[in-house]
Structure formats: structure tokens, C-alpha cells
């Protein structure tokens, strides 16, 4: 039929009109019409949405496409462990590292487990004891089944294991065994430089992790520090050189058991920076484990004692050059001025007197290479009590150093109760003052670098800091000439070490017994020198703590045999690791010139 | 005999009825809706037992509940499709009525269970999301709408159909549940598109969906958080997605093995939304392809047979219903694999939920009823003669 092709009139007026004129009624007509229109629109409706029906069919397997062509690609590609993109998200450690000046590790931290037991969970709670006590023999095999069928819930049984234990630990198999991770503080040199690193100990302690503190040393100054978040990676650098230190404990421990000594001490200082290359004091610990405080004997003779920082001794004949150049920077005397080596000088009923007798006068520059007490006292009477204390106050030989060793605030020098002129006297040549071998040091520095405080540091500075002027270029000068002397040719002649010109003061005090004599038989003997003599660069301060040579016919306990040959080896080994070139000694050189 | 001697009628007593159902039905539809409750209770058994522990249930609480709601949500399925459209469409407009209603009161009497949204009734031993009722309700009620406006002299179908679209949107938009408001939106587009929408109106409406959103990102904290989540190029791994993917990417092709994926434990919503990632992960790419396959099955076998249909709201009930169904599906594992947005949706009859499961067995029961095969001319038109 040709209505399907033709679109059917609204009205069909063309078969209403005939009907009207027939008087039929149109209604049926209408209906009809009305009926094929419907069927005409359902017909280009259900066309439209068979299309539009296939249309939408396409996209969802298009859609249904993309998904599993993504989800195969997602297959396809590497899984990457879940982590937090983060800035810089390496591994930081909890404490910070401690470095020497070169870089090399003095302290770092190392991941360990500690070893928990959560008494509920163990499955067999004596066998487990029984093999805990197998793994660790130092644990109490019946205190732990003791522990593990009581009443406690939680207990530890180890801070620290190391990956054997925990291994061993692991294979016992009790589900109640627990392991905690731990940053633990591990020092990789052992016993060297223990003092300066001091320790460190678990604080708060949790399941999940543990606070680490320092207990002394450097680890307790720089303790908030080096748990310093915003610093974190950043290492601690400090001014010791790991090298000279390695060499520094070796010979002195050598020398200290030549000697017969019960401990030693070195410092050794660039002097014109202040920072300490090496600090010694031997008896030493190892401050992976530290020891506990003694609870018994004296507290000076447990190796946590630290003889360079906290001891104070009378460092003797050492003292002697602060007082000369102190006269000479006064411009009461010069190098050849004589002095009245007369004895013995009667005060009251205490006389000063000399080793030898020097005859009647000396050079002041003889009176250093000689030792003479008689002569510095007499010198330091020209000088005055109170230009003494303000001279030794400048130089920083009366207080407490600031060093960053929290030990450092016990070395607090030694004072007389009450300055007389007699004290003036003593203390001239070293007695009735105690101080650290870390002052002497101190001291020993100024003169070195030409007159200039200076303040021992451990942290490595790049630029030197010159403290304030304690005595003039010239005096100083002199002075260094004057402890050259004392090696060349006077009483540390053993402390000679070819091409490093070493200066120096040899110093032996009578020990103090404790009911306030001194003992006959019982020495400090110091050496204090500077090195290279022409263009002084370092400090070096070596005692020994009651030595005595035994290799001579009697025993010898003065510094010039004990203390001075230690430090003179001391020398002749950390010179070249300090870069120092040794030189020809001129002397020689114009022996050869004066041949030709 | 009487009826032999004068000829009476003999009453044609018809098929007997399941035998009439077992033919006329969309068998690939109802056993694909069959294999995928199968697979979603397989996927349970690896995915909720986690949430159950941290919940201190049994281990297979979710599971059991599963079974239970499936088994309810595929006898209501099985009844629903035995139906006749024209029943089909009495029940679905009172549904309609009644969930609408429900939604209206949610503000009142609803929970949010802690998840910033208010979508649930509290119902003692389950919830109850009227939104998911509310949707197959919705559709036909849009169909019938759309039909009769078709009839000359009809009522203006389209116009009312439009407003209640809208109304239900924003009601859905309120809770706020935008993914079921663009549900709404969508199913009445598609049902108005295969109704035979204009093409200019089309495009039109399609920029003011992008308007729409636009002006829904700048107002909705929560709308555009979500997009800023998936727009944002590097993708913070420890969000949902990001674990997500990489479970995708750990599965690879075969999977990593029976219960031994890992991302449910990290992802809250393992059983649930993300549901296709511990699939992908324990199974592998290949119950993946095979998941989306059975969805794809399911629409274009539907979509083939409401072709041929003759009778406009049945044809638009059937594509609306199967059109939101296979969207659905579309929306989940898009979101999965990070081509869509973070969208709470559900995987139809794979996913965790008693409303989800319910609802969507009413759904497709609407739809096997709408798609089962009937006589398409009517009796009078063949004896009339009427070319068609």
C-alpha cells in the first residue's frame, strides 16, 4: 500500500468530507485515521530506537574494551611497592652520624631487634625458657620459667641481638617471642677515641621502636643536637683526625706500659684553631658497652676517667715558660738576662731548691733549659702575685675549659685557698696549681701561634679564630726559641725528633698523697711541646701518670725519661699523617756551606 | 460432546507456565546474573574475611550474609521475571512510590554509618539504601512516561519524566550521592535517547552535564577532592586507588594464587568497590576479562532481544534497566583501573551489599520479564493484512 511510503494526513479531510456529505458519521473515520498515524509513528519509533538501541550496544562494548584493555595493561606492567612519594624519603637515621675531620665514621646507628617475650602467647613457656637460656648463657634459666608461668604478662629479655641471636631466637619457634626493631648506636673504631665519643643508651623504650640518648662524652653535649630532626644526614663533624688518633692510643699505650705506668694522657691541638686533632686518656673502655660507674676504688683509676679533660694534676716544670714569658713580655727581662740562681729560697720554713745545683746565676733562657725552680721563682716575684693570676687568668689556666666534652666542666683547675707570694713562688714551676692536660695545651698554643688565647674545640672550623693577645709576637717568638732549646740542649734532649724541630717543656710533679704530703716515689711527668719550632703548627701535651723507667741501673721517674721519649715516638708518627714535610735542621745545612 | 456437537470454543488452555518461562527467557542473561553472584561469592571468600576479623566477626560472616541476600535477590529475580510487563509495571511504579518517599525521609531517619553520607536506613539486622530501590523503580516509571508520551493525544511524557529525573537527582545529590544521581541522570538519558531525542537537544544536555559538574567541583568539597584525586598525574600509592592498582599490576595475567593477595588487607573497601582489584590480584587478568565478558554478554544479549521488541516501554523499560546495569559495572572497574574517577558504585551481584544485591535482582528480574519472547504483532494486525 502507498500509505506506508506517504505520511498520513492529520485529518483525511479527503474522506470526511465525502462521508459528512453523506450524513455518515466521521468519528469512525477519525479513529482509523488516528490509528494509522500511530502505527506509522510507532514504526519510524521503533526504527529509530533500533538504531539508536544498536548505537548504545556499541558503546558499552566499547567502553567494556577499554577497561579490559586497560586491566591487561595494568597486568602487563611491573607492581611497584606501595611507598609515600615524598621529598628526599631516603633512609634517615634517628641519630645523627659523628664524623672525624676527614669524613671517616666515628658513630653511626645500625638496625637491630631487641627481644620481647609476651608471656600470653608462649606455647610452652619452660621449654622456651630453657633454650632462651641455651641461646643467651648469661640469662638465668630458672628466674625465666620463674618469669614465664607467673603472673607477668610482658618482659624483656634482650635490648639488642645481633642477627646470629636473633636468628637463634627465631628458630626456638614460640609464637610468645617477640622481636622489637631497635636503632641501636654502634661505634665501628671500638676502643678509639671512647672518651670523645663517650656512649649512648636506650631512653623510652616501646615495642615498635626506642628513644637513643647519650650518656657522655660528646653523644651527651650534642645530644639534642644529633637528635635534631632538621638535621638529619647531616653528619656531626668533629676536629679529631681518626689516623692520628688510631696513632696517638697506640703509642701511648706502648709507652704507658714501657713506663710502668697506670695511665696516660695526650692532647694534641692545632694552634691556631684551637681544634683538638687527638685527645687520649688510657685506661680506655669501648663504648659499644660501656662499663658502669665504679662502685668501688678511686673514681680517677676507672677507665671512664678521662685524664685529659677531668684529671688535674700539678703539671710541674711545664709552667715555667708561662712565667719567663710573661717577665719578657713585661720587658723585665730579655733571654740573657741573669738571674740569681743562688739556693735554697728560704720562705717561712718552706725552701724551694733545684734538682742540680745550677751555680750562682743563669741566663734566663738557661734557667728553662736548665729547669731551674729557683730562678722562676725568682722571676716570678719580680712579676707580682697579682700580674701572675691575671697573666695565667688571660691564658684560660684558671677556669673550667668550654670544651664539648660534658667531662670538661669537671676539669676545673685547682686553685691555692689563698694566693700568697709564696703560692706565686710554687706556682711558677708548677706546684700548688692543678689544671687539665688539656689547659696545658691550651697554653702551650698561645705561645705557639704567636700570643693569641686560644679556646680547645673538638668541632672541625674551617677558619682559624685568634682569640684575644695574651703577650706580644716577640715574646712569644723567644719563648718557642727557648723551649727548642730545651730539647737541643737541655732536659728533653730524648725529645728530638729529626726534621720536625720540636720545642718543648718537660715537667715532673711529686704526686699529692691523700693526707696532703706529696709521695717520694710517685710522679706526673709531662711533656709539653710545640712542633715544627720555625713555624709552630700544633700542640702536643703528653703525660704519664706515675711512670718509671726500669731498663737504667735505678728507676727513673723524671719526664725527660719517661714522658718525653713517648711523646717524642708520638711525634715522629702522627707528623707525616698530619702532613707535615720534616725538614733538614739548618745547623747542618751550614755545616755543609761552611766545608765548601 | 455438547461443546463437539455445537461447536463452542474450545478454551485454548495455554503453555503451562514454567515451561512458557524456561522458552521465553533470556537464558544468557540469567545465568550470566548466576555466574557472576558465583564469582562475587568466590571473591567474598578471599575479600571479607578481613573486614570481618577487624569487625570480630567469623571469618565468613560476609559470606554466609552473601549467600543469604543472594539467594533472596535471585528468587526475587526468578519471580519478578515470570511476571507480566504490564504487572511488572504496576509493581515497579508503587516500588517507585515508596522508595521515593524513603529517600525524601532519609535526612530524618537515615544513618550515615560514619561514612559522611547519609544513605542508609538502620534496620537492625541489615541497611537498606533506598537510592538502589529506588533506580529500576525509576526507570520504568521514565519508560512508561516516555511510551505514552508517544500515543497521539498522549500526556507530555517527556517534560514529567524530565522533572522527576531531576528532582530524584537532587534528592540523590543532597545525601550527597552524586554517583547515583548521575546514575539517575544517565538512565533517563538513555531511556529519552532510544525514545528518539532529538540530536540538537542531545548535545545540549550534554553541556550542561559538563556544566553541571563544573559547578558541582566548585562547590562540593567532597565532589572535588575526588577529582582533584584522579586528575592529580602521580598517584599517592597509599590511597585506595593507588593500592588498587598496584594489586592489578601484582595479579599480572594469572594472578598471584588462591588467597594470597595482599591489597585486602589495605583497602577498606576490598569487598566492596574495589572488589575487581583482589580479583585481578588472586586471580589475574583472566577472571578479570572473564568478569567484563559475562557483564557484556549480559547487555548485548539483552540489547538484541529489546531490539525486536515491538511494544515502546517495554523496548525502553528493557534498554533503560540493562543500560544502567552494564554502566554500573562500567563505573566500578573503571574506577579500579584509574580511567574514572573515585566513585562509591558498586560491581552488580559481584560486590558486598544486601540493598545492591536485592535491588539488583529486582532489576534484572524487570528485565528478563521485559525480555522474554512474546508474540510481536498482534493477531489482528496479521489477519487484517496490513503490511507492517
Not at chain 1, 663517650?198 to 628513644?211: D, H, I, L, P, Y
Not at chain 1, 651527651?220 to 688518633?245: E, H
Not at chain 1, 672550623?461 to 737541643?488: C, F, I, K
Not at chain 1, 718537660?506 to 712542633?531: E, H, L, M
Request: aromatic share 8%; glycine share 10%; proline share 6%.
Amino acid at each position: 500500500m502507498s500509505d506506508t511510503s506517504l505520511r498520513t494526513p492529520l485529518r483525511p479531510l479527503s474522506r470526511i468530507l465525502p462521508a459528512r456529505a453523506r450524513g455518515e458519521n466521521t468519528d469512525q473515520i477519525e479513529k482509523d485515521n488516528i490509528r494509522k498515524r500511530h502505527e506509522q509513528d510507532r514504526e519510524m519509533g521503533r526504527a529509530t530506537a533500533q538504531s539508536r538501541i544498536i548505537l548504545v550496544g556499541l558503546i558499552f562494548v566499547c567502553l567494556y574494551l577499554i577497561i579490559a584493555v586497560r586491566v591487561a595493561a595494568l597486568s602487563a606492567s611491573e607492581a611497584s611497592e606501595p611507598r609515600t612519594y615524598t621529598a628526599g624519603s631516603s633512609i634517615v637515621e634517628q641519630r645523627r652520624d659523628i664524623v672525624d675531620r676527614k669524613g671517616r665514621i666515628l658513630a653511626t646507628n645500625m638496625n637491630t631487634y631487641s627481644l620481647y617475650v609476651e608471656v600470653p602467647h608462649l606455647v610452652d613457656p619452660v621449654g622456651t625458657a630453657k633454650a632462651l637460656a641455651d641461646v643467651f648463657p648469661d640469662l638465668d634459666q630458672e628466674r625465666l620459667i620463674k618469669d614465664f608461668t607467673g603472673k607477668r604478662k610482658f618482659l624483656w629479655i634482650k635490648k639488642k641481638l645481633s642477627p646470629e641471636q636473633k636468628q637463634a631466637a627465631h628458630d626456638i619457634g614460640d609464637p610468645g617471642l617477640r622481636f622489637g626493631p631497635r636503632e641501636m648506636r654502634l661505634y665501628p673504631n671500638g676502643k678509639l677515641a671512647a672518651h670523645v665519643m663517650g656512649g649512648a643508651s636506650f631512653g623510652k623504650e616501646g615495642v615498635a621502636a626506642a628513644e637513643v640518648i647519650g650518656v657522655a662524652g660528646v653523644e651527651k653535649t650534642f645530644d639534642q643536637a644529633l637528635r635534631d630532626p632538621s638535621l638529619s644526614g647531616k653528619p656531626l663533624q668533629l676536629s679529631l683526625d681518626l689516623s692520628v688518633q688510631a696513632a696517638m692510643e697506640q703509642v701511648l699505650y706502648g709507652g704507658m706500659k714501657l713506663m710502668n705506668a697506670k695511665g696516660a694522657a695526650g692532647v694534641l691541638m692545632d694552634v691556631h684553631t684551637g681544634e683538638v686533632i687527638s685527645i687520649v686518656s688510657l685506661p680506655d673502655f669501648d663504648p659499644n658497652q660501656r662499663p658502669h660507674p665504679p662502685v668501688e676504688g678511686h673514681p680517677d683509676d676507672s677507665p671512664l676517667f678521662n685524664r685529659s679533660v677531668q684529671g688535674v694534676y700539678e703539671l710541674g716544670s711545664t709552667f715555667k715558660i708561662f712565667a719567663v714569658a710573661q717577665a719578657m713580655d713585661l720587658g723585665l727581662i730579655d733571654p740573657e738576662t741573669m738571674i740569681d740562681t743562688k739556693g735554697p729560697i728560704k720562705w717561712g720554713r718552706f725552701r724551694i731548691n733545684d734538682f742540680h745545683n745550677y751555680g750562682n746565676q743563669l741566663t734566663a733562657s738557661k734557667v728553662i733549659e736548665k729547669s731551674s725552680n729557683i730562678g722562676t721563682a725568682r722571676i716570678a716575684q719580680m712579676i707580682g702575685t697579682d700580674r701572675q693570676q691575671e697573666f695565667l687568668r688571660k691564658l684560660g689556666l684558671l677556669d673550667p675549659i668550654e670544651f664539648e666534652m660534658i667531662e670538661a666542666s669537671g676539669g676545673k683547675p685547682l686553685l691555692p685557698p689563698k694566693w700568697s707570694d709564696l703560692s706565686t713562688m710554687t706556682i711558677s714551676y708548677g706546684h700548688g696549681l692543678s689544671t687539665t692536660p688539656l689547659h696545658l695545651a691550651a697554653g702551650y698554643a698561645a705561645i705557639a701561634n704567636g700570643g693569641h688565647k686560644v679556646t680547645p674545640t673538638l668541632i672541625k672550623t674551617s677558619t682559624p679564630t685568634l682569640g684575644p693577645r695574651v703577650m706580644s709576637e716577640n715574646t712569644a717568638r723567644q719563648s718557642v726559641d727557648m723551649l727548642r732549646r730545651v730539647v737541643t740542649e737541655g732536659t728533653a734532649s730524648l725529645g728530638n725528633v729529626e726534621g720536625y724541630a720540636v720545642a718543648g717543656k718537660t715537667g715532673t710533679a711529686d704526686k699529692p698523697d691523700p693526707r696532703g704530703k706529696y709521695y717520694k716515689d710517685k710522679v706526673i711527668a709531662t711533656f709539653a711541646t710545640i712542633f715544627p719550632a720555625d713555624e709552630p703548627k700544633y700542640a702536643l701535651v703528653v703525660t704519664l701518670d706515675e711512670p718509671t723507667d726500669t731498663t737504667g741501673p735505678e728507676p727513673r721517674r723524671t719526664a725527660g725519661w719517661t714522658a718525653v721519649p713517648v711523646a717524642a715516638e708520638v711525634i715522629s708518627r702522627v707528623a707525616p699523617l698530619l702532613g707535615l714535610r720534616p725538614r733538614i735542621e739548618s745547623q747542618e745545612s751550614a755545616a755543609i756551606s761552611q766545608s765548601e | 460432546m455438547t461443546e463437539m456437537v455445537y461447536g463452542s470454543i474450545s478454551v485454548e488452555r495455554g503453555e503451562p507456565i514454567l515451561p512458557k518461562w524456561w522458552r521465553t527467557i533470556d537464558k544468557v542473561t540469567m545465568f550470566s546474573i548466576i555466574l557472576l553472584f558465583c564469582i562475587g561469592l568466590l571473591l567474598g571468600f578471599a575479600a571479607s574475611p578481613p573486614l570481618a576479623e577487624k569487625n570480630g566477626l567469623a571469618p565468613f560472616h560476609y559470606v554466609e550474609r552473601q549467600v543469604l541476600f543472594g539467594g533472596m535477590a535471585i528468587f526475587t529475580m526468578i519471580i519478578m521475571s515470570m511476571m507480566s510487563p504490564k504487572l511488572v509495571r504496576r509493581l515497579a511504579v508503587i516500588g517507585f512510590v515508596i522508595s521515593f518517599i524513603g529517600l525524601v525521609l532519609l535526612p530524618y531517619f537515615g544513618t550515615d554509618f560514619g561514612k559522611g553520607a547519609v544513605r542508609w536506613y538502620r534496620l537492625g539486622f541489615a541497611s537498606l539504601q533506598p537510592s538502589e530501590f529506588l533506580k529500576p523503580g525509576f526507570i520504568v516509571v521514565t519508560a512508561w512516561l516516555m511510551a505514552a508520551a508517544q500515543e497521539i493525544n498522549g500526556p507530555p511524557g517527556r517534560m514529567w519524566s524530565f522533572f522527576l529525573a531531576v528532582t530524584v537527582a537532587i534528592f540523590l545529590a543532597l545525601q550527597p550521592d552524586f554517583g547515583q544521581a548521575c546514575l539517575i541522570i544517565f538512565g533517563w538519558g538513555v531511556v529519552y535517547f532510544v525514545a528518539g531525542a532529538p540530536l540538537p537537544l542531545l548535545v545540549g544536555m550534554a553541556t550542561m552535564v559538563v556544566g553541571g559538574g563544573t559547578i558541582a567541583y566548585q562547590w562540593s568539597e567532597h565532589f572535588a577532592r575526588r577529582i582533584d584525586g584522579f586528575l592529580s598525574p602521580e598517584i599517592d600509592p597509599r590511597t585506595q586507588l593507588g593500592y588498587a592498582t598496584n594489586a592489578i599490576q601484582e595479579g599480572g595475567f594469572f594472578g598471584v594464587g588462591v588467597g594470597e593477595g595482599q591489597v585486602k588487607w589495605s583497602l577498606p573497601d576490598a569487598h566492596t568497590d574495589f572488589i575487581i582489584a583482589v580479583a585481578a590480584e588472586e586471580y589475574g587478568f583472566v577472571l578479570v576479562s572473564a568478569i567484563i565478558a559475562i557483564y557484556a554478554a549480559i547487555v548485548l544479549s539483552s540489547f538484541i532481544r529489546l531490539m525486536r521488541e515491538r511494544d515502546p516501554f517495554i523496548r525502553l523499560a528493557g534498554t533503560g534497566l540493562v543500560s544502567m546495569f552494564g554502566v554500573q559495572a562500567v563505573i566500578n572497574m573503571g574506577v579500579a583501573v584509574r580511567l574514572l574517577p573515585a566513585k562509591g558504585m558498586t560491581l552488580p551481584f559481584v560486590s558486598y551489599g544486601g540493598s545492591s544485591l536485592i535491588a539488583g535482582g529486582i532489576a534484572i528480574g524487570m528485565l528478563l520479564a521485559f525480555t522474554r519472547v512474546r508474540p510481536q504483532r498482534d493477531i489482528s494486525d496479521i489477519l487484517s493484512g496490513r503490511k507492517i
